[in-house]
T-cell receptor, first 112, second 113 residues
């Protein structure tokens, strides 16, 4: 039982390049999330998926797109990366009823 | 939307002392308040949570208190140990599913041996 797995762990991009962060969970959780973490600003929600087939914007969705490919997988895409998107990205999932977020190990993205 | 403020941003205590971290929230409909601990380079992990029908909850050396009237909640760590050194985040949401958790800015706790 691997929990929540994210790839890649590290990535350096040039401004304007695109990339996709992959996330998969093997805990049969319904809801999945993407957060970004910046110093002094806590964790801010980018997008979430309450269940397979649905996605919704969070607090900071601009510049990102998501796909809930199936119950296990939830990907985050940056179409045209900007330096302001330099951050650590965390994928998370939660089962029905508890509210507890289970986080992946994080993906550190640098945009030059 | 919800706004969560967390203080202090850094806290340094001597081993064995107590540490208190405070958070305020803006949405009176919020009813779920978790606390997460993030060790350096690691993922955040839930350490304790409280729901709005409870005023206090304890788990060994950790306790959380909630004042709904004042819209603030606090984390109390007693008999601190070096392994308590980490960044702590409070959060609030207005539904128990947690799909719209709003996090505070975090508190870096340093426990000096």
């Amino acid at each position: 039982n691997a929990g929540v797995t994210q790839t890649p762990k590290f990535q350096v991009l040039k401004t304007g390049q695109s990339m996709t962060l992959q996330c998969a969970q093997d805990m049969n959780h319904n809801s999945m999330y993407w957060y970004r973490q910046d110093p002094g600003m806590g964790l801010r929600l980018i997008y979430y998926s309450a269940s397979e087939g649905t996605t919704d914007k969070g607090e900071v969705p601009n510049g990102y797109n998501v796909s809930r490919l199936n119950k296990r997988e939830f990907s985050l895409r940056l179409e045209s990366a900007a330096p302001s998107q330099t951050s650590v990205y965390f994928c998370a999932s939660t089962p029905i009823g508890t509210g507890e977020l289970f986080f992946g190990e994080g993906s550190r993205l640098t945009v030059l | 939307g919800e706004n969560v403020e967390q203080h202090p941003s850094t806290l340094s205590v001597q081993e064995g002392d107590s540490a208190v971290i405070k958070c305020t929230y803006s949405d009176s409909a919020s009813n779920y308040f978790p606390w997460y601990k993030q060790e350096l380079g690691k993922r955040p992990q839930l350490i304790i949570d409280i729901r709005s029908n409870v005023g206090e909850k304890k788990d060994q050396r950790i306790a959380v208190t909630l004042n709904k009237t004042a819209k603030h909640f606090s984390l109390h760590i007693t008999e601190t140990q070096p392994e308590d050194s980490a960044v702590y985040f409070c959060a609030a949401s207005s539904n128990n599913a947690g799909n719209m958790l709003t996090f505070g800015g975090g508190t870096r706790l340093m426990v000096k041996p």
